[in-house]
């Protein structure tokens, strides 16, 4: 965990030169014709360093809380779909102290409707009840008790439910889920994942299109490769878990349209299926041969830590950029250390890099503990966009969300196959040799752009510290991106 | 454990695997995604793997059964699709019958239900239930119709509530019964509560139920006979039967709750005590004959609850919290038939088929036929709900006659006579 100066800042800033041109990519961002640097920002420190909880305690009270302070809700919120304007004001309410009550932000805001019939105080019982059963449970799984264990999880499946206004009772039930799938494999004595990769893809389109986490992850990397590809004739870029490759159209786009021509782009992508690989394959060709752009795609069916470095043959004079989007939906790179080596043969001129700012490893309760922190702000968050019956935030929170939870809550964590995993790539690569290019204003104003889509009201918030930019909800950090490359900029 | 061994299934196939194999070091394996035309070739997969492990389970295979229970535990969620709650709420059950912790789990499940059901939560959930669906209003239409039509011309009645279904079937009858032509009779409601209903929440029904009888007009008096442990152990001074009185038994899915052996000695019980009728409202599904051939049981509970369920998804809304705590009261029954033995787990849960009842209720009582009146009744109700529900009249050696859904029958309505 890096500490640094952090500063706190939000989709507020105006960072838009208004005497630029913008060109609008294909999502309908606007971006900068040409690359110039934007005065860095000032913004004010809020925040110490610190995100993680390793105080149960303070965690227990954190997130017990919103119970105690919970009022009751107002209506739903309008959801404002038009793009801002640049001006906006910051709402001072985001930059409160982290003990300060997240009333507007828990279960009282968090949907629409409230289950009127049953007072406040009943309900805040409630809520209070199943948090401290699931940790009980939680430290019951950690010591291997498993009929303890059981018991409880029986206990809290009655009693939580992933269609409740109240997003901390979503969380428990599929935090519950998770648990008891935990408790089989305990039981069984292995954990394979099956994956039904098809639909989470549905999933993850969805979680693209209802939160800005994954156009953030796209949008700020595509800013740092364009930066980094400035001026070449040849490029390759290696997406090491490509899925339906909707970051790459926008990149395209760019590229096209750049000044002294598009370049020739060589695309090689990671994934699961062959099948799948093929299918982006062919939507990424049409829509470059669309933009009139030179394209090759390469497919590779195989993780990146188990891919022949033969495999993947870089070409003279081509400079070549790494992407790796970090989730816990399946283990998309396979042992660390052989991707580390990868990318080191490759060498590449810059490798994109978003994690999960979260803990892959360590002990089942730490990764309980931090997952359930992570997860209850992403919860908190689809909750202040989304009615509690949106079929969308189901498929997110079911399809999507409660798979990673899943993933993390089990024996040896996400990887399941007990093959050995970094717990911080950005800390191996600074190890490793490969130099930090730290997130650029222009990357900075790409996050902001991304925010502006979802009112500043509601709580996401970016963080710009120790060269990475980072997306978070409220307090807590969600998403970090970096940039890295394996020899000094010139 | 060994690898893939070729007797072990695949999993569906939107999920093949090119390399499946795993022991006790957590091998990793290979998992791609297949055809393209995923929906059609995996539909009905919780049913196909759920079967196979039962059967495993049956013959004892220890690997198969481990194998398959990974796969249930793999691809089950009680929030997703039909296949997946199906797959998770039969995976309990496996999980507990293979660990022999099937009491224990009931046990648990029936103190934790009593503990957070209130009065409010209950009648949520039946009363979206019986706006979405007729499958509880059905029986009560029909019960209703048989008794005000023995009752005919009786001035003080007294009926005998043995159901589960919290009163909800009783302001339709004072209704009726104030909107009578003749004098308004005075009635007796005796409702006999088991161990799952709370005294709380039959405090209230009470309440509510006196003061709707007031409201219509009609002479109510509300009691509540607790049976101490069993049903089967009610007996007739429990129910406090005065001089001129006309009786009706209304059992809207009670006889299934009396233990398999003693449902003889129970409807004995019934015809002793002489009532005009007794109403008879059962689900459609055998859990009793097969109960030592654990196979044939599964795949009967199987076959049940997975139309009940399909049932519960074309009826509600999707993100329903009431259709979710409907599905919770089911997994306590899978897990009831499925993991306990006979003398364990409260209620008994072993339900029986119309045809099977009837055998039973022969003993001692005799059918008594629903007039036009009230099967029309019956039908109009069927009209307000979607598409899908019909009525059919009983045959062969059953009487009575069945709720259907999409042809197949479901719910099972009969009046008997001593």
């Known amino acids: ?490 | 454990m060994n690898p893939l061994t070729p007797h072990l299934p695949k999993p569906p196939s939107f999920i093949s695997s090119s390399k499946l194999s795993h022991d006790q070091s957590y091998h990793h394996h290979m998992s791609t995604n297949s055809d393209p035309s995923d929906t059609g070739a995996t539909e009905k997969w919780a049913a196909k793997l759920l079967q196979e492990c039962a059967e495993a389970i049956s013959v004892k295979d220890s690997s198969k059964i481990h194998h398959l229970l990974w796969m249930l535990n793999e691809l089950a969620s009680p929030y997703g699709d039909h296949d997946q709650k199906l797959a998770f709420y039969f995976l309990q059950a496996l999980f507990c019958k293979a660990t022999e912790s099937g009491e224990r789990c009931c046990k648990n499940l029936a103190s934790i239900v009593e503990r957070s059901h209130s009065f409010e939560s209950a009648r949520k959930v039946i009363l979206k239930f019986q706006e979405v669906s007729p499958w509880t209003t059905f029986g009560h239409v029909a019960s209703n119709g048989a008794i005000l039509e023995a009752m005919e011309g009786e001035t003080n009645l007294h009926i005998i509530d043995i159901s589960n279904t919290y009163c909800t079937q009783w302001p339709a009858f004072l209704e009726a019964l104030a909107t009578r032509n003749d004098d308004t009779p005075s009635l007796r409601l005796t409702v006999v509560a088991t161990v799952g209903m709370g005294g709380s929440v039959m405090r209230e029904i009470g309440h509510r139920m006196e003061k709707f009888a007031r409201l219509m007009g009609v002479p109510f008096e509300f009691q509540v006979v607790r049976v101490a442990t069993r049903l089967g152990e009610l007996k007739e001074e429990d129910l406090g039967l005065q001089e001129d009185e006309a009786v009706a038994v209304n059992c809207v899915g009670a006889l299934r709750r009396v233990g398999v052996e003693e449902r003889n000695d129970f409807l004995h019980m019934l015809c002793s005590i002489q009532p005009k009728v007794v109403t008879v409202v059962e689900e459609e599904v055998d859990l009793t004959s097969s109960r030592s051939e654990f196979v044939k049981c599964f795949k009967e509970c199987l076959r049940f609850y997975g139309v009940f369920f399909e049932m519960l998804e074309e009826s509600f809304a999707p993100s329903s919290n009431e259709r979710l705590v409907l599905e919770r009261e089911c997994s306590r029954s899978i897990l009831s038939v499925l993991a306990c033995d006979e003398n364990g787990g409260g209620d008994c849960e072993r339900r029986e088929k119309g045809s099977q009842w009837c055998a039973r209720l022969m003993e001692g009582f005799s059918p008594m036929s629903f007039s036009d009146d009230a099967i029309d009744d019956v039908k109009a109700l069927l009209k307000r709900y979607r598409p899908g529900w019909s009525l059919r009249p009983a045959e062969g050696d059953a009487s009575g006659f069945y709720l259907t859904w999409k042809d197949e029958p479901v719910v099972w309505a009969s009046a008997w006579k001593p």
């Open chain 1, 1 to 490: 965990m890096m500490k640094g100066d952090f500063e706190v800042v939000n989709g507020a800033l105006n960072l838009v030169q208004p005497s630029e041109t913008w060109d609008y990519t294909p999502a309908g961002f606007p971006v900068p014709h040409h690359i110039s640097n934007l005065p860095s920002t000032t913004a004010r420190p809020v925040l110490d360093g610190h995100c993680t909880n390793t105080n149960l305690s303070d965690f227990m009270e954190q997130v017990a809380s919103p119970f105690s302070e919970a009022s009751p809700s107002t209506n739903g919120f309008p959801m404002d779909t038009s793009l801002p304007t640049d001006n906006i004001t910051t709402s001072p309410d985001e930059y409160r102290s982290r003990k300060a009550p997240r009333r507007v932000h828990e279960s009282a805001a968090c949907g629409g409707e409230s289950r009127s019939s049953k007072s406040l105080a009943e309900r805040d019982e409630h809520g209070l009840n199943m948090i401290t059963i699931l940790l009980e449970c939680a430290v019951a799984i950690s010591t291997e008790n498993l009929p303890q264990a059981n018991r409880m999880l029986l206990e809290l499946t009655q009693m939580a439910s992933p269609y409740s206004p109240s997003c901390a009772e979503r969380v428990v039930a599929y935090f519950t889920k998770a648990m008891t799938s935990r408790v089989m494999n305990s039981w069984l004595g292995f954990c394979s994942p099956l994956v039904p990769h098809r639909s989470i893809l549905s999933a993850f389109q969805a979680y693209n299109n209802i939160s800005p986490f994954i156009k953030f992850a796209h949008f700020t990397a595509n800013q740092a490769i364009l930066e980094a590809l400035h001026q070449k004739e040849r490029v390759h870029i290696i997406d090491l878990d490509i899925m339906q490759g909707l970051q790459w159209p926008a990149l395209f786009h760019i590229l096209a349209t750049r000044a002294d021509g598009p370049p020739h782009v060589r695309m090689t992508g990671l994934g699961t299926s062959m099948a799948m690989l093929e299918e982006t394959g062919r939507q990424l060709s049409n829509f470059a041969r669309r933009l009139g752009m030179s394209f090759e795609f390469h497919p590779i069916a195989e993780r990146a830590g188990d891919v022949d470095p033969s495999m993947v043959p870089s070409q003279r004079g081509e400079a070549v950029a790494v992407h790796w989007l970090q989730h816990t939906l399946y283990d998309a790179t396979g042992p660390d250390r052989n991707t580390m080596r990868l990318l080191e043969l490759l060498a590449p001129r810059v490798i994109t890099l978003v994690e999960q700012e979260m803990a892959h490893t360590g002990s089942f309760l730490d990764r309980f503990v931090e997952s359930l922190h992570y997860y209850s702000a992403i919860f908190d968050s689809l909750g202040m966009s989304l009615p509690f019956d949106n079929p969308s935030r189901h498929r997110v929170e079911h399809g999507l969300l409660s798979r990673e939870i899943n993933n993390i809550l089990a024996i040896g964590g996400p990887a399941r196959s007990g093959e050995e995993k970094f717990v911080s790539w950005r800390m191996e690569l600074a190890c490793r040799g490969f130099v930090q290019m730290p997130m650029s204003g222009n990357s900075m104003a790409q996050a902001q752009l991304i925010l502006n889509m979802f009112p500043p009201s509601l709580g996401y918030t970016i963080f710009q510290g120790d060269g990475t930019l980072r997306l978070g909800w409220k307090d807590t950090r969600l998403y970090t991106a970096s940039a890295w490359t394996a020899r000094p900029t010139r």
